[in-house]
């Protein structure tokens, strides 16, 4: 499993990425990068005195800062893609899953619902209603 952020990595991605630069004010650049996912990032430079503005300095100042940005991005990304890497996975079909349903609700097996080992990529809401009717929800997490 992949533990860290590589300079290869980023330089991969800014050589698929299109930058796209310009002066906003007498001593300000804006430096506007599209990712090769679409995402989108932007940032800025500036000198105070108009005198000094160099548009080739202002767009390098703020391609780094786009690059550190993208450093962050590539870590959390790396952080996320581990912690789920991490957690359990489903392992059931459609046939197992629908017979865990099944048995949740046959009143032949004579258990309540808690009694029933339940993976931790589900939730399960229980509640009775006023007419002693029992109703049991499964929700399959989206992000397994």
């Known amino acids: 499993m992949q533990n860290t952020v590589t300079q290869e990595q980023i330089d991969h991605i ?3 990425s299109t930058f796209v630069s310009q002066q906003i004010s ?5 430096v ?3 990712l090769p996912n679409g995402f989108q990032l932007a940032e800025h430079s500036a000198c105070v005195d108009p005198a000094n503005y ?3 300095l202002g767009y390098e ?3 780094k800062k786009i690059i550190d940005k993208l450093w962050q991005l590539e870590g959390y990304l790396l952080a996320e893609n581990r912690h789920r890497e991490s957690q359990p996975q489903a392992n059931l079909s459609l046939d197992e899953l629908k017979e865990m349903v099944r048995r949740l609700k ?3 097996y004579g258990f ?3 009694d029933y080992p339940i993976p931790n990529f589900f939730d399960m809401d229980e509640e009775d209603d006023d007419e002693g009717d029992y109703a049991i929800t499964i929700h399959v997490r989206k992000d397994r």
């Open 112 to 114: 309540t619902p808690l």
């Open 32 to 34: 506007h990068c599209t």
């Open 61 to 63: 100042l703020a391609k």
């Open 26 to 30: 007498p001593t300000m650049t804006l």
């Open 106 to 108: 046959s009143a032949e």
């Open 54 to 56: 160099d548009h080739s």
């Open 14 to 16: 800014l050589s698929k």
